[in-house]
């Protein structure tokens, strides 16, 4: 049996998960951010033990997932924006705390291993995960193993620019892929322009209530022809078709698999964003290529956590 953990902005998700992939425990905790580094650091080691109890056999690993970018050599977590840590020691303490080896990963890095070994009919030698949520983060598996770059922080498939020219990123650059297609962005270029006046199908849709929003009404409100979403969601699809085409240009996966709260909340985001990667990707990568929907949910980032290396 392994132990997985997945430490969010809003919850703390904590699972043994055996050989194959099935998680058979699970808890879940609300992060309570306010507490600081500290003392969430705590409610981490009170899961972790939980889970031991509930065992009952030896544990010789725990795998951490984190949002925010790991130092390679110390394997302290630079920075996590979510949780605002900043140079946070959680394999050392949490290894004191438990007695317990410890290896922390990127969330989405663990995300894209768990969805890799566990979510796919055959495991592929060469893959990329794509999660578009509120924002975009994803992992790059090179010859079955994660690929982390030089300093250990590669993979910031979001931050590709996709137009120098482009909207403004959180990161502070312009034109990334996450400015195009995260969920945040999206509902925010929306919601601005009804605030400013725009009544469209869209207000129908929502039935006037601005804060119930999200990505799947947007998509709705398209497909039935509203000036507005039909000229944002169109922008989305053909920007995410952009991206992918020069990701599996540059790449040259079998698989791309594609997760998130956008896609899970959209009817046709993949197929959409497929036909657009069949015009712009060149002819050899394309050929074979196999685009799959994510499939573990909320499991992925503990699954990963628990088997990654
Ligand atoms: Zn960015």
Not at 73 to 101: Q, V, Y
Not at 111 to 133: H, M, R, S
Not at 202 to 226: K, P, Q, R, V
């Amino acid at each position: 049996m392994h132990i997985g953990i997945d430490v969010g902005g809003t919850k703390i998700i904590g699972g043994l998960v055996d050989e194959s992939g099935r998680v058979t425990f699970k808890k879940k905790l609300f992060t309570e951010k306010e507490k600081g580094y500290t003392g969430v650091r705590g409610d981490i080691g009170d899961l972790i033990r939980t889970i031991i109890k509930e065992s009952n056999i030896e544990i010789k690993r725990v795998g951490i997932a984190c949002a925010g970018q790991i130092d390679k050599t110390t394997k302290n977590i630079l920075f996590s924006p979510n949780l605002d840590w900043h140079n946070a020691p959680l394999k050392d303490d949490i290894e004191k705390i438990c007695g317990i080896d410890t290896h922390i990963e990127n969330d989405v890095n663990a995300a894209t291993y768990g969805e890799w070994k566990f979510g796919l009919k055959e495991i592929p030698q060469d893959a990329i995960g794509v999660f578009i949520g509120t924002g975009i983060g994803g992992g790059i598996i090179i010859d079955k193993k994660i690929y982390r770059g030089f300093s250990h922080v590669g993979g910031e498939v979001g931050h590709i620019i996709v137009n120098p020219y482009g909207y403004k990123c959180h990161c502070g650059n312009t034109g990334c892929f996450e400015a195009y297609c995260g969920g945040s962005y999206i509902i925010e270029r929306v919601r601005t322009e009804i605030e400013e006046g725009y009544r469209g199908k869209i207000w129908n849709i929502i039935e006037g209530n601005i804060s119930s929003l999200h990505t799947g009404h947007i998509e709705e409100a398209c497909l039935l022809g509203d000036n507005l979403c039909k000229r944002i969601w169109e922008e989305v699809i053909e920007y995410a078709g952009a991206a992918l085409a020069s990701l599996v240009n540059l790449l040259n996966p079998e698989v791309v698999i594609l997760g998130g709260g956008v896609v899970y909340g959209s009817r046709y985001f993949i197929e959409n964003v497929q036909a657009v990667m069949e015009k712009r990707t060149m002819q050899a990568s394309l050929a074979n290529l196999k685009i799959e929907k994510a499939q573990l949910g909320e499991d992925a980032g503990i699954v990963g956590a628990a088997f990654i290396e």
